[in-house]
């Protein structure tokens, strides 16, 4: 009797290959991929949040980001956005300063910018102007500092006054008046030079008055030239086209 391979000594039953795993699909694989963008709309949307996070300054008008603006004064910050960038705020400030102020406002607003704003964006030479002309507005009001009146830029305390009035500079050892704040007059004292001043005035004041009354002689005299031209020809339009009769002899 024939025995089936089973029965077969040794014989072991082969397992049963399991199926490639390629042919059991996950339900990750069946879902459809997320269409990508194309190139030119991903460029596009960097463009566009590059733009979102740039400012306009209202000065130069170009695009720059936020840490290019600042408030110029602390008031600002409650009214109004900083609007103009640093370099612009420089320009500005270069520019104030060139009109001989030393009080500097906001570009934006009337509000005065203080000493550390300045410092803070003005380049080296413009704040070194401005702190002479802080200096120097300081100085004038106080009564006792005497500037030179020569050029040379220099000043100091004079706390004695009219009582003493020569002044000498300690920079270009030149003598001032601080009486008249002029130069030195060595050939007369304060009341002389007064008196010359007086008569220096009157003799001005004659001659603007012999320079009005000639003035008005002038435009008299135009007024008549101007009367009589017009009497001239408002006669001669009288008698346009009249002929005078001939005479007999």
């Known amino acids: 009797m024939k025995r089936k391979r089973e029965e077969w000594p040794g014989y072991h039953t082969p397992p049963v290959p399991a ?29 566009i949040s590059r733009a979102s996070s740039l400012r306009l300054c209202i000065s130069c008008l170009e695009d720059k980001p936020p840490k290019d603006f600042m ?19 420089r320009n500005w400030i270069k520019h104030s300063l060139h009109e001989g102020g030393a009080v500097i406002t906001c570009p934006e607003c009337p509000a005065q910018m203080g000493y550390l704003s300045i410092r803070e964006v003005a380049d080296r030479a413009t704040f070194d102007k401005y702190e002479a002309l802080v200096l120097a507005s300081l100085l004038d009001t106080n009564p006792t500092f005497v500037w030179c009146v020569h050029g040379c830029g220099s000043g100091q305390f004079h706390p004695a006054g009219d009582a003493e009035p020569i002044f000498t500079c300690h920079h270009c050892r030149l003598k001032t008046c ?13 009341s002389q030079f007064d008196e010359l001043l007086k008569e220096e005035q009157k003799r001005q004041q ?6 009005e009354k000639n003035r008005q002689t002038l435009l008299r005299r135009a007024r008549d030239e101007e009367a009589s031209r017009r009497l ?18």
């Open 71 to 89: 408030y110029p004064t602390a008031c600002c910050a409650g009214n109004h956005t900083p609007d103009t960038c640093t370099t612009c705020l």
């Open 178 to 190: 601080v009486v008249h704040n002029l130069p030195w007059h060595p050939e007369f004292t304060c």
């Open 206 to 211: 004659q001659q603007q008055s012999l320079a």
């Open 19 to 47: 199926p490639p795993s390629s042919s059991f699909p996950s339900l990750s694989s069946l879902r459809s991929p997320a269409p990508s963008p194309p190139p030119n709309d991903r460029a596009k949307r960097t463009s």
């Open 232 to 249: 001239v020809v408002d006669v001669a339009m009288n008698f346009a086209g009249f002929a005078l009769p001939l005479t007999e002899r």
